[in-house]
């Protein structure tokens, strides 16, 4: 375990409505993202993840709780002490197209940030970090005299990647970053990201809906519902060894590579409820296989299954 560049403590962000109805899209979450670690957080559409991701980006202010990079907490600062840490927290998209002007030239969208955070000392050096950074993400040389419209979606995303690196930061977070592209470009993003992990010793957050993708490069797996983490452990831990049952189900529905091999599809009964109208107990008891009559009334606490594997469900 490396020290923590990312620690994201108790956080909330609820949403107060019209008829006193509180939304609960994050609903008190911890985790913690290593040096050089990739994190995901994956659930279906509407768990609260992607609000995590903007809350970390200071996009949307939190309810409660804290979020610290390096130690300082960030979501209480603001200003010139808010800019000096933002340099080293970057986002990737899942639409690039729409985080990259189109107006602008490849080589002014990645030199944006150099210049935004001072990162180079002259024009030259400005252009050679741009050339650099357009050879690492493996667009063409003549990259960056081209305008975003002139790429596929997957060169797009290499320009949105080489626009994050620009900043030299220490954690980018990827918010469902693949998820708009073809199974082979998506594969190719994916080992380009690794790569950049390993080369430059960046913290990945990966938001993803997509397990089989997120199988293949995470270090840990944080697996969301209704707002809260019910199941946090290594990648071995949430893909050989799932303790919750909603992970089980998650992990189920994974198509196997081999069609010859089958798996038991554990099928979850009806939808995720509304997160205006949280159920008692488990959250996930209206729609778990193995709901028990405690299930409705208490709500099952995180505890450890396995070393840094916590479980919050009260099956044994
Ligand atoms: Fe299912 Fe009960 Fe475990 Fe919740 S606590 S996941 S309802 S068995």
Request: aromatic share 4%.
């Amino acid at each position: 375990m490396t020290a923590p560049i990312l620690e994201v403590r108790d956080l909330s962000k609820h949403y107060y409505l019209k008829g006193n109805n509180t939304l609960k899209a994050v609903d008190g979450v911890s985790f913690d993202v290593g040096a050089g670690e990739t994190l995901s957080l994956v659930g279906e559409s509407g768990c609260g993840k992607s609000t995590i991701g903007r809350a970390i980006l200071r996009l949307v202010p939190v309810t409660s709780g804290s979020i610290l990079i390096d130690g300082k907490r960030i979501d209480t600062l603001s200003g010139a002490r808010l800019r000096t840490l933002r340099r080293r927290f970057q986002v990737i998209f899942q639409d690039p197209f729409s985080s990259l002007n189109p107006r602008m030239r490849v080589r002014d969208i990645v030199a944006e940030p150099i210049r935004n955070f001072k990162l180079a000392r002259s024009s030259a050096e400005l252009n050679a970090q741009v050339s650099k950074l357009i050879d690492t993400v493996r667009l063409p040389s003549d990259a960056g005299g081209r305008f975003p419209h002139e790429f596929s979606g997957g060169q797009r995303q290499r320009i949105g990647i080489a626009k994050a690196l620009a900043a030299q930061p220490d954690l980018i977070v990827c918010d469902e970053a693949v998820s708009a592209l073809d199974v082979s470009v998506k594969a190719q993003i994916v080992n380009l990201l690794q790569d950049l992990q390993v080369d430059l010793g960046l913290s990945l957050l990966f938001i993803s809906h997509d397990l089989a993708v997120v199988e293949h490069m995470t270090h840990r797996v944080a697996v969301m519902y209704l707002g809260k983490i019910v199941e946090i452990g290594t990648r071995e831990q949430i893909f050989t060894k799932p303790h919750h049952p909603y992970t089980k189900a998650l992990r189920s529905a994974v198509p196997l590579p081999d069609p010859m091999v089958k798996r038991e599809r554990i099928t979850l009964k009806g939808d995720v409820p509304s997160p205006i109208n949280i159920p008692s107990g488990c959250r996930f008891h209206t729609r778990c296989p193995f709901a028990l009559d405690r299930c409705r009334k208490e709500e099952p606490a995180p505890r450890e299954i396995s070393a840094r594997h916590l479980s919050a469900c009260h099956l044994d």
